[in-house]
């Protein structure tokens, strides 16, 4: 009689968790879509930082719609955190087996926390400050200053397209 032994299949990545390929293309479809619509937002929240330093009288509308910002920024980054890691563990790139998917993990999880650390309070400053000038009082404090947060975001997230779209060669660990 033969015996048959089992034998992991030629070509079989033993890091990489067995999904159908429809699951793994879902999985792209939300993470391109996410990451679109995370830098959509930060175009906007650009727009409504930038537009009053050009033109002052639109300061109290701008700032009062900033804060609505916050939830949709949040939702998209971690949106894109997730399914970003689940391709990674789903595909034959991994998590940080190459240079170009651990560079990204780490900018997301900086932008996230930058989202949750400096943007949400500096957005919350914003709305007060725009309903004190709409509400017309005298003193309004000191003007929240918000050029940094979409200028990094959008660099991070233009080089982090740039980087997925290319997937340049390199592994973190040759193995
Ligand atoms: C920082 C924001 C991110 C942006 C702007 C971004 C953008 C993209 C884009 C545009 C693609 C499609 C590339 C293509 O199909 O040619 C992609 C694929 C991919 N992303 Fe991201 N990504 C981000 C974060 C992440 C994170 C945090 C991870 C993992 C930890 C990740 C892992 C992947 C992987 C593994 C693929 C390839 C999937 C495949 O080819 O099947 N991404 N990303």
């Known amino acids: 009689m033969t015996t048959v032994t089992a034998r992991p299949r030629a070509g079989r990545d033993p890091m990489r968790l067995p999904v159908p390929r429809r699951v793994r293309l879902g999985l792209l479809v939300v993470h391109i879509v996410a990451t679109a619509a995370w830098i959509g937002l930060d175009v906007a929240l650009a727009v409504l930082v930038f537009v009053p330093m050009l033109d002052a009288s639109w300061t109290a509308v701008c700032h009062q719609v900033l804060p609505l910002l916050f939830w949709p920024l949040l939702t998209t980054a971690l949106l894109s955190l997730v399914s970003g890691t689940a391709l990674g563990l789903v ?25 949750v650390v400096l943007l949400g309070p500096g957005l919350a400053d914003a709305g007060r400050h725009g309903r004190a000038l709409a509400a017309g009082l005298p003193d309004v404090g000191e003007v929240p200053r918000l050029f940094m947060p979409p200028s990094v975001s959008i660099t991070l997230l233009v080089l982090a397209t740039v980087l997925s779209v290319w997937k340049p060669r390199g ?5």
């Open 91 to 115: 595909t034959r790139w991994g998590l940080v087996r190459h240079w170009w998917v651990a560079v990204k993990l780490v900018m997301n999880l900086l932008l996230v926390t930058l989202i």
């Open 171 to 175: 592994r973190v660990r040759k193995t």
